[in-house]
């Protein structure tokens, strides 16, 4: 569907992909549970699926998913930007989805980012993210 005539076309402002071992990930839950998941995944995040035999297949996509939103923003894990403050959510149908907060919400807007587009995958060995940052 094109942009309304007075609104400018929407494109692409970044793009990030990342791929993480779900094996690596599963470790660092199970070895250092609270501080793994509480440093990095907000509430919702680390309930998700939790229990599961899949769960560490579920955090590590959100995990990968975070480090790709960082490299869509062009910063990488730097610049302020905290681990929760990239949350991966789901829609009523199930559809991931993004939400930024603080230092990352607000380079988001500097860049003049305006929608993301979110897409995770995982294998028992694998997990993938790729992010697609959208401006006008």
């Known amino acids: 569907m094109p942009a309304p005539a007075d609104e400018p076309p929407m494109e ?6 990342d791929i993480v071992s779900v094996a690596r990930i599963g470790a660092m839950v ?3 549970p609270d501080r793994f ?15 599961s035999k899949r769960y560490h297949e579920h955090i590590a996509a959100r995990f990968a ?12 894990l730097a ?4 681990w929760t403050e990239i949350e991966v959510v789901r829609s ?14 607000e380079i988001a807007v500097e860049r ?12 028992t060995d694998m997990a993938i993210a790729s992010v697609l940052a959208i401006g006008r």
């Open 12 to 17: 692409i402002i970044g793009h990030g992909i």
């Open 30 to 32: 199970t070895d250092h």
């Open 37 to 51: 998941l509480e440093r990095c995944f907000t509430a919702d995040e680390r309930d998700y699926q939790s229990g």
């Open 65 to 76: 998913a975070k480090e790709a939103v960082m490299k869509a923003l062009g910063t990488g």
């Open 79 to 82: 610049d302020g930007i905290g």
């Open 92 to 105: 009523a149908r199930g559809e991931p989805g993004l939400r930024l907060y603080g230092r990352a919400a």
């Open 112 to 123: 003049g980012i305006h929608r993301w587009f979110i897409s995770l995958s995982h294998t």
